[in-house]
């Protein structure tokens, strides 16, 4: 239960970087098994709030710098344990070319941007560390990387190489304006002699994937009591996120009282990322930069906790003072 614990939240505590649980069923795919073409119960109704209008133009940059890095300890919790169970890494590298959209471990798929064409470029990785080693003798060294289109933000292609246990597989993700489609592409590592398996869904207007939705939420005016919704490409299937804003709130941590905005990733329940019940907050720096300090996950299972650790060590990573543009 703490192997499945820890792949089931790590994706879902920073916005899903994923990775962690809902690959393992395309990894099944890849290993012999199926999935279904975008088949899933109907999504549980998210009460009526106003729509915010989606942001998608970002002419002079992105408010955050080239070369953030932030990382989170993640913590479980469920009586009597109370453990770290790893450590999740998330960096924005900057702006990118096409030339530089090399495919990572001979998988095919068919991306040829022009060499010039400009894309922003973010990766993530998710370590186990504590007692997910010491104890459960689970090893995960998983990464993640993803080209977002500048024009309307709309991923273009994302990688995942996973290592969780003896389990060690890849997937290419590529969004496919002209086809209209997103193709998922897996491989499993350990076996060399198995041709890769695809799924293909359709895709929709300004999809995007689990690592550039924490951006796109990040880049997004925040504003209380709206509904941010958009479409999201995951193993093989198609989702609509619903985040809903909350109040601002003062959160305290080691760099004493931070100004914060509080969000409600909708992803629990039927039809949705998760289909188990559960709920999800999250608190967003109160600046431009909108940095996510902190994030819970709560469930019938138990809690999982991720902490910015980086924060302590570099106050200055937020002006809790600065006023938003």
Sequence with gaps: MMKRNFFIFCGTLVLCVG?????????????GGSVQNDVKAAPTPTPN?????LR???KNGLPFPAGEKLEYEVRFSRFPIYATVGVITFEYLGPTTGEQATPINGLPITFQPVASDPFFRFRASAISKGILVAIAGVDVTDKFDTLV????????LSFKEIKEGKKHFAQATLFDRAQAEVRFTAKDLNRSDT????????????????LSAIYFVRLQKLKEGQLIRFPVGYDGERFTFDILVGKHEKLKTECGNVKTIKIEPKLFGPGQLFSRSGEMTMW??????QVPLRAVAKTSSGTVTAKLLNFKKNCQLIDPEEKKK
């Design 49 to 53: 709030y106003p729509l915010a209008s």
């Design 19 to 31: 990775g962690l649980g809902g690959s393992l069923r395309f990894a099944a795919a890849a290993q």
């Design 56 to 58: 998608r133009e970002f």
């Design 195 to 210: 041709p890769p398996r695809e799924v293909t869904v359709p895709r929709q207007d300004g999809m995007l994937d689990l």
């Design 284 to 289: 967003l720096s109160d600046d431009s930069k």
């Design 149 to 156: 289109d500048t024009q309307d933000f709309s991923t273009r």
